[in-house]
């Protein structure tokens, strides 16, 4: 009996410990969003640039009639599923590499490689890619560049997002029993066969944990479209021009809302899939 008390009080110390965090990220976070989505309800004055409190839908009225704003949401759409299967494509075979085939030694090797970038600036390593994209940069003297433009953001963004899709993945296939690989061996699948039939399958579940990260940070990313896309516009850089120059808060508000609904769809869909149930 004293025993369970004893278990009984440590839950609830341990619980009256982990309310705080609870409680900060349901203010700052949840309250947040709750903010950014009532303020999409507002009208700013157009004479005096005041914020006018009174619940309207011409903000969204305005995002889904104007075919300018139709063409940013698709554009940053795009993008951000761009990224995501090019991280895909280049991610496999590489985790596959660090976790099946290189040695444990290699294989530490190679995680820290993955990590370093990580630990660099955001400003650094875009401001780098915007020299190397440069014309009569380094790239350029050496097999030329795109420019600056929808293809250099995609590159810029698929550099920077990369790791956050190996590392899932990796771990994925550091829980693949090599027994599964060799019975397929056994069975006559070739390399080929195997991944696709075998490999990949179980793959899904990092896959989609690694989009998640991709494709969110895409499709809501301004500052490389600022330094690398030329005239690009993506939703970002609609959000930044109305909180700045154009000081329309709430439209702004309702715009940020575009990504974030895409984001709930899109979470809804995995999990339906029941591909995050399996990680």
């Given at each position: 009996m004293d025993d369970d008390q004893g278990l009984g009080?440590?839950?609830?110390?341990?619980?009256?410990?982990?309310s705080a965090p609870l409680l900060w990220l349901g203010v700052a976070y949840l309250g947040a969003l709750a903010v950014l989505f009532l303020s999409a309800f507002w009208t700013v004055n157009g004479f005096t640039g005041e914020v006018v409190r009174e619940f309207t839908l011409d903000?969204?009225?305005?995002i889904?009639?104007?075919e300018v704003y139709r063409n940013v949401t698709l554009r940053s759409l795009g993008v951000a599923i761009a990224v995501t299967v090019i991280c895909v494509v280049l991610a496999l075979p590489m985790a596959f590499y660090m976790a099946k085939v290189a040695s444990p030694r290699t294989r530490h090797w190679l995680v820290i490689a993955i990590l370093t970038p990580?630990?660099?600036?955001?400003?650094v390593k875009a401001y780098a890619w915007r020299v190397l994209l440069a014309n009569d940069g380094p790239l350029d003297s050496v097999i030329g560049t795109p420019g600056y433009g929808l293809f250099a953001v995609v590159i810029v963004l698929t550099y920077l997002w990369l790791p956050y899709m190996i590392l899932p993945i990796y771990a994925g296939l550091e829980r693949l029993p090599d027994s599964l690989l060799e019975a397929s061996a056994d069975l006559g699948g070739r390399a080929g066969r195997t991944f696709r039939g075998v490999v990949l399958p179980l793959l899904v579940p990092s896959i989609?944990?690694?989009?998640?990260?991709?494709f969110s940070l895409s499709l809501g990313d301004y500052?490389?479209?600022?330094i690398v896309g030329g005239k690009t516009q993506m939703l970002g850089n609609v959000v930044y021009a109305n909180v700045g120059a154009a000081n329309n808060l709430p439209f702004a508000a309702a715009i940020a809302c575009v990504p974030v609904v895409i984001m709930v769809i899109y979470l809804a869909?995995?999990?339906?899939?029941?591909a995050l149930e399996e990680l």
């Open positions: 009080r440590r839950r609830w110390q341990l619980a009256a410990l982990l903000n969204f009225r305005t889904v009639t104007q990580l630990w660099a600036s955001y400003l989609f944990a690694g989009s998640i990260f991709t500052i490389t479209v600022q869909a995995v999990r339906r899939s029941g």
